[in-house]
T-cell receptor
């Protein structure tokens, strides 16, 4: 398993601003992902954070709106840009510790409310 | 791509009774099926998983069954306790090909155990 820390745990933001969420893992991991969970909904994959290169985005998500960095094997950031109330969600960092297994571990999430 | 459907959306059981949550998936290439439990204000926690080369897996009061032919899998919780109350998500992924390592989640089931 892995211990995943996310900051901030929650925030209230103004429309039109941007917020960066940090994800720190206690060990080197092969893969890191960012998920979104809208209120009362399931989890939707935003992108795979690739170490040293551009993230791989899922359909419906673009780099301009959700820029992602992954400078090393233990850290990643997700920025939610030019926020609107529709961006109010929980954003979850998740990791795989082994590329050969499917086990995915999640952080506690960052709950964003956009006014 | 993969599509996962989960039923029921809510489930209320009396303490001590059993609970069953069912999921179906669409992509025959999927070979990994985890179940996550999410308590209020927390990130999802992996509680049990099954791979396509196995039909059933058990861990104390929790069991998962997989029917590859019918493309469905189920979570069974026996002797339910109030602390089992949470949202449960099923998921599916293939560790190979275009969708390798990407988990697709079901919509979630709110389980309430009444004492």
């Amino acid at each position: 398993s892995a211990v995943i820390s996310q900051k901030p745990s929650r925030d209230i933001c103004q429309r039109g601003t941007s917020l960066t969420i940090q994800c720190q893992v206690d060990s080197q991991v092969t893969m890191m992902f960012w998920y979104r969970q809208q209120p009362g909904q399931s989890l939707t994959l935003i992108a795979t954070a690739n170490q040293g290169s551009e993230a791989t985005y899922e359909s419906g998500f673009v780099i301009d709106k959700f820029p992602i960095s992954r400078p090393n094997l233990t850290f990643s950031t997700l920025t939610v840009s030019n926020m609107s109330p529709e961006d109010s969600s929980i954003y979850l960092c998740s990791v795989k510790t082994s590329i050969n297994t499917g086990e995915l571990f999640f952080g506690e999430g960052s709950r964003l409310t956009v006014l | 791509g993969e599509n996962v459907e989960q039923h029921p959306s809510t489930l209320s059981v009396q303490e001590g009774d059993s609970a069953v949550i069912k999921c179906t998936y669409s992509d025959s290439a999927s070979n990994y099926f985890p179940w996550y439990k999410q308590e209020l204000g927390k990130g999802p926690q992996l509680i049990i998983d099954i791979r396509s080369n196995v039909g059933e897996k058990k861990d104390q009061r929790i069991a998962v069954t997989l029917n590859k032919t019918a493309k469905h899998f189920s979570l069974h919780i026996t002797e339910t306790q109030p602390e089992d109350s949470a949202v449960y998500f099923c998921a599916a992924s293939s560790t190979l090909g275009e969708y390798g390592n990407k988990l697709v989640f079901g919509a979630g089931t709110i389980l309430r155990v009444k004492s």
